[in-house]
């Protein structure tokens, strides 16, 4: 696609439950990342998809997060058992991983998460 | 660790009062410095990449340089549109994977 799509753009949740967060790359790009925004913060790095490499997971912050990479395209963020501060923007990246502009990031427009 | 420190974390100025935004960074490998603009409500757009001390770019009023211990983002005459949050990010190499690490931003306001 032209750039990248994230859904829902909007979730709100009841603590406790599980939630998917898809994000669509742009096509041809290699490399996608996942990032957190807190209200009037900066981006929290979560994990890094390039190629068929093994992910980096560094950033996530408990066992309740996960996400994979299907064929290489899309990618799906599960929270499991939603806490309060879990709340936030959850942003999606892609970039092209090789040559001129490898690692330019291009941002979808984020799933807002809202756990009551 | 590595590390972004932004500077200052909001800034007010009358339409075409110049000013600069500092980013500061520690980092083991850097492999290029980059700055981003944030609108409220959507995602982080690409404005620059620097990869080496004395290098400069520039777009419209925006010029961003760059020195082995920080980046400065240069705003010449703003107009009320350039108000955004402006986002300075590493990428640093880490445990074998790239990394960008974001600072906290600059929340920029320019009034007409």
Do not use: M
Not at chain 1, 44 to 59: C, H, R
Not at chain 1, 87 to 111: D, I, P, Q
Not at chain 2, 61 to 70: G, I, P, V, W, Y
Request: hydrophobic residues 30%; aromatic residues 10%; proline residues 4%.
């Amino acid at each position: 696609g032209a750039g990248v799509s994230q859904s829902p753009s909007n979730k709100v949740t009841e603590k406790g439950k599980d939630v998917e967060l898809r994000c669509d790359p742009i096509s041809g790009h290699t490399a996608l990342y996942w990032y957190r925004q807190s209200l009037g913060q900066g981006l929290e790095f979560l994990i890094y998809f390039q190629g068929n490499s093994a992910p980096d997971k560094s950033g996530l912050p408990s066992d309740r997060f996960s996400a994979e990479r299907t064929g290489g395209s899309v990618s799906t963020l599960t929270i499991q058992r939603t806490q309060q501060e879990d709340s936030a923007v959850y942003l999606c990246a892609s970039s092209r991983g090789w040559g001129t502009g490898a690692n330019v990031l291009t941002f979808g427009a984020g799933s807002r998460l809202t756990v009551l | 660790e590595d590390q972004v420190t932004q500077s200052p974390e909001a800034l007010r100025l009358q339409e075409g009062e110049s000013s600069s935004l500092n980013c500061s960074y520690t980092v083991s490998g850097l492999r290029g410095l980059f700055w981003y603009r944030q609108d409220p409500g959507k995602g982080p757009e690409f404005l620059f990449t620097l990869y080496s001390a004395g290098e400069e770019k520039e777009k419209e009023r925006l010029k961003a340089t760059l020195t082995k211990k920080e980046s400065f983002l240069h705003i010449t005459a703003p107009k009320p549109e350039d108000s955004a949050t402006y986002l300075c990010a590493v990428q640093a190499v880490s445990g074998g994977y790239n990394k960008l690490i974001f600072g906290a931003g600059t929340r920029l306001a320019v009034h007409p």
